[in-house]
């Protein structure tokens, strides 16, 4: 069965350091997200793509945050001066379809930990 | 905003109880919903969905109605097993606002033989 993977599964930087979470979508999907948790709480949106551009964004994702999809099968968050408070969990999803039924498949997720 | 409720945790069953996990939502128009299920070390999975009021969604022995009165999506299972053992989370999309979720908090199911 096809799935979403992230790599690394863990990540630590220090404070101001860039960081790249790696995502691949399952193959035929046309729309990803990226979603963060902090551990204790909610899991937030916080951007979705789709051809190849910003198609919505929260207010978490202020000028630090860009994404990319730099080929036809990765797709990446960079994070340019990381902070204390941008250690979370962050998940990765694509989907194929928008509306209802386009089901959000997720992947394991990173753990990114800022020292 | 849209919000999402849900029990906090952790529920602790024994093996063939019966399972309800709560949760409510706040959002403008219809929304569509979802409950997800995260196993530890994975990925979050839909379990199940529903599109419109009283719909219910169903998969893997649980279920959930969409009940607009009462602006709940209660997941509930007749007999849980250990394999259940997880969190869950319930979630929602607004259709008048693009494609992303909106999650509630999560409850940890523990499910003991």
């Known amino acids: 069965e096809p799935e979403v993977t992230q790599t690394p599964s863990h990540q630590v930087t220090q404070m101001g350091q860039e960081v790249i979470l790696r995502c691949v979508p399952i193959s035929n999907h046309l729309y990803f997200y990226w979603y963060r948790q902090i551990l204790g709480q909610k899991v937030e949106f916080l951007v979705s793509?789709?051809?190849?551009?910003?198609?919505?964004k929260s207010e978490i994702f202020d000028d630090q945050f860009s994404v990319e999809r730099p080929d036809g099968s990765n797709f990446t968050l960079k994070i340019r001066s990381t902070k204390l408070e941008d250690s979370a969990m962050y998940f990765c999803?694509?989907?194929?379809?928008?509306?209802?039924?386009?089901?959000?498949?997720f992947g394991p997720g990173t753990r990114l930990t800022v020292t | 905003g849209d919000s999402v409720t849900q029990m906090e945790g952790p529920v602790t069953l024994s093996e063939e109880a019966f399972l309800t996990i709560n949760c409510t939502y706040t959002?403008?128009?219809?929304?569509?919903l979802f409950w997800y299920v995260q196993y530890p070390g994975e990925g979050l999975q839909l379990l199940l969905k529903?599109?419109?009021?009283?719909d219910k969604g169903s998969n893997k022995g649980f279920e959930a109605t969409y009940r607009k009165e009462t602006t709940s999506f209660h997941l509930e299972k007749g007999s849980v097993q250990v394999s259940d053992s997880a969190v869950y989370f319930c979630a929602l999309k607004n259709n008048n606002a693009g494609n992303m979720l909106t999650f509630g908090g999560g409850t940890r199911l523990m499910v003991k033989p």
């Open positions: 529903a599109t419109k009021a009283d």
């Open positions: 959002a403008t128009g219809y929304p569509s």
């Open positions: 999803a694509s989907s194929d379809l928008q509306g209802a039924s386009g089901e959000q498949y």
């Open positions: 793509f789709y051809n190849n551009e910003i198609s919505e």
